[in-house]
């Protein structure tokens, strides 16, 4: 049975997302998709500290992905784990063009964050919830989805 991390321990039988296959369309409704569930990896990760679906959703050369994926790693070395944190997607729109690479408008809400340490101790200050509005750019090639450059719209 799923039990969220809490200070007591980290969470437990988390449900790994399942990719839509209507997400292994090269479409607008198939980008939407992909989207939806590439923040839904993301959320897993931050819950489970596992990035093994979510890398492979991810170019290397997208600099915010890095520093996501260092948070994630940094989270759960040593025993550590996070509580909170689950990622929402409340709004996604694509700007559909000619163009191989394909744009979109994300508004990313993300509950409060507690980190603890390996002993249950506080491990750092909590981060408050946000919601922000994300420009996400991918790229469809050999059938799947890649997530290619990521910014926060300020």
Known sequence: MYKPADAQGKAQNVPVPVMPELAKENSKAGLEAFIGYWYAQLSYVGETGDMSFWLP????????????????????????????????????????TADTMRAAKVQVVQEQIDYYNADGSI??????????????????ADGAWTVVDLGVIE
Do not use: H, M
């Open 57 to 96: 959703l991810t170019s290397r050369d997208c600099r915010l992905c890095l520093r996501l994926q260092e948070s994630g790693e940094d989270g759960y070395v040593d025993g550590r784990w996070l509580s909170g944190g689950k990622i929402s997607i409340p709004v996604v729109e694509v700007q559909w």
């Open 123 to 140: 491990g750092r200050s909590r981060s408050e919830a946000s919601n922000d509005a994300f420009a996400l750019f991918a790229k469809f």
